[in-house]
């Protein structure tokens, strides 16, 4: 299974095709060989270093608000 996980695109780098993404507080560097009309502010899933879908506002509030739910779950199961 292949799991994307929803980035905020932060800074753009034109030369390399590829930007600075943040994962809720994690950055990290990603190709955006795959996508199109990618501005800073906009959200990317991202998988394996590449951008593969740019979301609109909503998709990505809803990927967010999932992947929120799940690491609750996660932290749940942890502490039993």
Same mark, same amino acid.
């Given at each position: 299974?292949?799991?994307?996980?929803?980035?905020?695109?932060?800074?753009?780098?034109?030369? @390399?095709?590829?930007?600075?993404?943040?994962?809720?507080?994690? /950055?990290?560097?990603?190709?955006?060989?795959?996508?199109?009309?990618? /501005? =800073?502010? /906009?959200?990317?899933?991202?998988?394996?270093?590449?951008?593969? @879908?740019?979301?609109?506002?909503?998709?990505?509030? @809803?990927?967010?608000?999932?992947?929120?739910?799940?690491?609750?779950?996660?932290? =749940?199961?942890?502490?039993?």
């Amino acid at each position: 299974m292949c799991i994307a996980a929803p980035a905020q695109i932060i800074e753009i780098d034109e030369e @390399e095709n590829s930007a600075v993404v943040d994962f809720g507080g994690v /950055r990290q560097k990603v190709k955006l060989d795959l996508v199109e009309d990618v /501005r =800073e502010g /906009r959200y990317v899933l991202v998988h394996s270093g590449y951008a593969i @879908e740019v979301l609109s506002d909503q998709a990505a509030r @809803e990927s967010l608000e999932a992947w929120d739910e799940l690491l609750k779950v996660l932290e =749940e199961e942890d502490l039993d």
